[in-house]
Structure formats: structure tokens, C-alpha cells
């Protein structure tokens, strides 16, 4: 895995991670396919007022000519509901690009403090395998939650004892 973390030397602008959770070991297979159907994701607590900059997955393995989709939402927690979708953004993806950090793009989205935000990652063509990892029994602070569902439109499940390996990244 690429330990450097972010490289911002193309857009000139002062940059900070916000929320990340780069303990990874495990992966977690994307595709909407006869073979895989699943698509993932993570909800994430904002503290600070942000204009979000970029998230960043870590693919491990993905077939030929795969393309990824995100989108990034507004969240209920305590109905565990997503809400309002604020932005979409898709990348292809190819062998080259595993094993290091895959930024999408959010030109600046407003995140505001004490609220929920996640994101969804699907799989529309190929397969793609995204690193994940496993909170440790009372780990303290970790205000995450992973959510895995068999397409993006269903409800899924949320779980917050895995994440995936991922930044939120911010522009001052």
C-alpha cells in the first residue's frame, strides 16, 4: 500500500484529511454481475465545516475496464436512511491503479459540522476489490459505518465493526 498519503502538488491549493480509515487487510468484492452483485460504502460523522475536496478508496484488484461510480450523500443515523445525494462522480479503473489511493473528485461540496455524510461505491462494469478493515473491540472514536448492499438502490446493511480504507479530504 502506497504510505504516501495524499500528494496535492497539481492543485496548488493548502489541503487537510478530515476523516480517515486506512487500516486495511481485508477486501471486499464490487460488481453488478452474474457473478458479483454488491456495492459498498461509509458513512462518516463531520465535526468541522468542510468544503470536501476529494474521497479516496484503495482498490487491491480489479478486471479490465472496470468503472466505478460514487456518490456522496446526506445520512440519517437514527434512522439510518440516506438522504439527499449531493454529488456523483464515476472513475475508471485498471490494474495500474491498485494498490494505491483512488481519488474522486467533489469540487468543494459543503459538509457542515455534527452532521452524517456518506458515500456509495458501485461496481457498473468489471469487478473491482476495495480494501476494507475491522475496528478492534472498543476502539475508541470511531464514529463510521460501513454499509454493504447487493445494488446501490437497496437498503443494505450497516456495519460498525468494518470500514473501508478511505480519506475525506478537504480545501482550505
Given at each position: 500500500?502506497n504510505?504516501?498519503?495524499?500528494?496535492?502538488?497539481?492543485s496548488?491549493?493548502e489541503?487537510?484529511i478530515l476523516?480517515?480509515e486506512e487500516?486495511?487487510g481485508m477486501?471486499?468484492?464490487l460488481g453488478?454481475?452474474?457473478i458479483?452483485?454488491k456495492s459498498a460504502?461509509?458513512?462518516f460523522?463531520n465535526v468541522?465545516?468542510?468544503?470536501?475536496?476529494?474521497?479516496?478508496?484503495?482498490?487491491?484488484?480489479?478486471?479490465?475496464?472496470s468503472?466505478?461510480i460514487?456518490?456522496l450523500?446526506?445520512?440519517d443515523?437514527?434512522?439510518?436512511?440516506?438522504g439527499?445525494k449531493?454529488?456523483?462522480?464515476?472513475?475508471?479503473?485498471?490494474?495500474a491503479d491498485?494498490?494505491?489511493?483512488?481519488?474522486?473528485?467533489?469540487?468543494k461540496?459543503?459538509?457542515?459540522?455534527?452532521?452524517?455524510?456518506?458515500?456509495k461505491?458501485?461496481?457498473?462494469?468489471?469487478?473491482?476489490a476495495?480494501?476494507e478493515?475491522m475496528?478492534?473491540?472498543?476502539?475508541p472514536?470511531?464514529?463510521?459505518i460501513?454499509?454493504?448492499?447487493n445494488?446501490?438502490?437497496?437498503?443494505g446493511h450497516?456495519?460498525?465493526?468494518?470500514h473501508?480504507?478511505y480519506?475525506?479530504?478537504?480545501a482550505a
Amino acid at each position: 500500500m502506497n504510505k504516501q498519503v495524499l500528494d496535492y502538488s497539481t492543485s496548488g491549493r493548502e489541503q487537510k484529511i478530515l476523516i480517515s480509515e486506512e487500516h486495511d487487510g481485508m477486501i471486499i468484492w464490487l460488481g453488478n454481475n452474474e457473478i458479483i452483485r454488491k456495492s459498498a460504502g461509509q458513512i462518516f460523522y463531520n465535526v468541522t465545516d468542510a468544503q470536501i475536496e476529494s474521497v479516496a478508496v484503495l482498490p487491491q484488484m480489479a478486471s479490465p475496464g472496470s468503472k466505478l461510480i460514487m456518490e456522496l450523500h446526506q445520512f440519517d443515523a437514527t434512522q439510518k436512511k440516506w438522504g439527499e445525494k449531493i454529488a456523483v462522480t464515476e472513475k475508471m479503473v485498471q490494474s495500474a491503479d491498485c494498490e494505491e489511493w483512488l481519488f474522486f473528485g467533489f469540487n468543494k461540496q459543503v459538509l457542515h459540522p455534527a452532521n452524517w455524510y456518506g458515500f456509495k461505491l458501485s461496481c457498473i462494469e468489471g469487478q473491482v476489490a476495495i480494501a476494507e478493515g475491522m475496528h478492534k473491540h472498543g476502539e475508541p472514536g470511531k464514529k463510521s459505518i460501513q454499509w454493504t448492499a447487493n445494488t446501490v438502490h437497496d437498503a443494505g446493511h450497516f456495519h460498525h465493526d468494518f470500514h473501508l480504507a478511505y480519506m475525506v479530504a478537504s480545501a482550505a
